[in-house]
C-alpha cells in the first residue's frame, strides 16, 4: 500500500503506542486522524508531527457508541473515510486481582479494550467495504494469546476477546479486501505501566520494547502489497520469555 495521502485513523493516538504509529504515519506521508481522551495529549501530538499533512486530533472515547458513529459519518462526509485503522486505545487498573478489583473496573476495562475496539471495527467497515480495500490492525498483547498473571483476569480476558474478535473479522472480510492484523506486544514501555501494582525500575524500561518499535512494525505491515495479509505478529523483547 502507498501510504502517501493514504487515510490512517489511530485510537488511543493521544501518547504511548498510539501516539508512536500516528507520527510514524504522518512522517511517511500519511493523512492521519487520532482519536483520545485527553484533548492536551492530542494537541501535543499534533505539535510533535513533523509530516507533509498536520495531524488532525478529534477527542473521542471509543466506549460512546453513538459518539464513534458521529465521527466516521462526518469523516464520510468530508471524504477522509480510513484506509487503515488502528486500534491503540487500552487501559489497565492498579488493583488486578479478583479480590482487590471491583465490579465496575471490569466493566471498563471490557468497554475500553473489546467494546471500544468493536465500535470502531464496527463503523468503519461499511466504508472499506465499498471500496474494496482497507486494512486493520490490533494493538492486542501477549496477554491475549499466553494468560499474564502481573497483567490481571480483566485486561487478559479483554485482550483474548480482542484478539478472537479481530481474527474473525480477518476471515469474514477478506472477499471484500479487507485485511486485520493482531500484534501481540510483549512488555512496552508506556504510560500504561504507571497502573502496574509495583513500579518498574528504569533499568527495566530501558530494556523494554519503546513505543516506536510496534510502530515499525505496524508501518511494515502497512506497506505489504493488498495480496498479502499477515494474520498475527508477536513482538517481544529479548528478555521476555514466549513459550
Avoid at 494493538?139 to 485482550?159: D, L
Wanted: hydrophobic share 45%; aromatic share 6%.
Amino acid at each position: 500500500m502507498d501510504l502517501m495521502n493514504c487515510w490512517v485513523l489511530v485510537t488511543g493516538g493521544g501518547s504511548g503506542i498510539g501516539r508512536a504509529i500516528a507520527l510514524a504515519f504522518a512522517a511517511e506521508g500519511s493523512r492521519v486522524i487520532i482519536w483520545g481522551r485527553d484533548p492536551a495529549k492530542l494537541a501535543e501530538v499534533v505539535r510533535q508531527s513533523s509530516g507533509a499533512h498536520p495531524i488532525v486530533a478529534t477527542p473521542c472515547d471509543v466506549t460512546d457508541r453513538q459518539s464513534v458513529f458521529a465521527q466516521i459519518e462526518e469523516l464520510e462526509r468530508r471524504d477522509s473515510l480510513p484506509d487503515i485503522l488502528v486500534n491503540s486505545a487500552g487501559i489497565n487498573i492498579p488493583n488486578r486481582t479478583l479480590d482487590a478489583m471491583r465490579a465496575e473496573d471490569w466493566d471498563r476495562i471490557l468497554a475500553v479494550n473489546a467494546t471500544g475496539a468493536f465500535n470502531t471495527i464496527f463503523a468503519v467497515l461499511p466504508g472499506m467495504r465499498r471500496r474494496g480495500r482497507g486494512l486493520i490492525v490490533n494493538i492486542v498483547s501477549i496477554a491475549g494469546m499466553r494468560t499474564v498473571g502481573f497483567a490481571g483476569a480483566a485486561y487478559c480476558a479483554s485482550k483474548f476477546a480482542l484478539s478472537g474478535f479481530g481474527r474473525a473479522v480477518g476471515l469474514e472480510e477478506r472477499d471484500h479486501g479487507i485485511r486485520v492484523t493482531n500484534i501481540f506486544p510483549g512488555e512496552v514501555n508506556t504510560p500504561i505501566l504507571a497502573h502496574r501494582p509495583v513500579p518498574v525500575p528504569p533499568e527495566r524500561l530501558a530494556r523494554m520494547l519503546q513505543p516506536e518499535d510496534v510502530a515499525a512494525l505496524v508501518i511494515a505491515v502497512a506497506k505489504l502489497p493488498d495480496r498479502v495479509v499477515v494474520p498475527e505478529l508477536v513482538v517481544l523483547p529479548t528478555y521476555q520469555e514466549f513459550t
